[in-house]
């Protein structure tokens, strides 16, 4: 039974820094993309980050590029999201994904991923 579980969210100021934390489980996490999403009350679920396998491929949202980096440790069977220069834009819930398809590099779209963490809720003040 495949597993996500983020931890690392909570309340900073703009201008502030949190790092997320996704630890996975049930499926052989060194062989499948990765991915955070993030959805804000009233509006669709977006697409944040992702990373592929081997950590060496990522892709970001022009809205966080500069300023997120998602990584992983295969070791620890872990996704980290480092948030940088927040923004009371970013508050949302973010939302941890693996791939469906292993080896394969997925990319911005939700489909692409079958497997969803519960969500952490991040909230920027001004």
């Known amino acids: 039974q495949v597993q996500l579980v983020e931890s690392g969210g909570g309340l900073v100021q703009a201008g502030g820094s949190l790092r997320l934390s996704c630890a996975a489980s049930?499926?052989?996490?060194?062989?499948?993309?990765m991915a955070w999403f993030r959805q804000a009350p009233g509006k669709e679920r977006e697409f944040v980050a992702t990373?592929?396998?081997?950590?060496?491929?990522?892709l970001y949202a022009d809205s966080v590029k500069g300023r997120f980096t998602i990584s992983r440790d295969n070791a620890l069977n872990t996704v980290y999201l480092q948030m940088s220069s927040l923004k009371p834009e970013d508050t949302a819930v973010y939302y941890c994904?693996?791939?469906?398809?292993?080896?394969?590099?997925?990319?911005?779209?939700?489909?692409?991923?079958?497997?969803w963490g519960q969500g952490t809720q991040v909230t920027v003040s001004s």
């Open positions: 994904a693996q791939a469906s398809i292993i080896y394969f590099v997925a990319g911005p779209r939700p489909n692409e991923y079958a497997y």
């Open positions: 990373i592929s396998r081997n950590g060496e491929r990522t």
């Open positions: 049930g499926r052989t996490f060194s062989s499948i993309s």
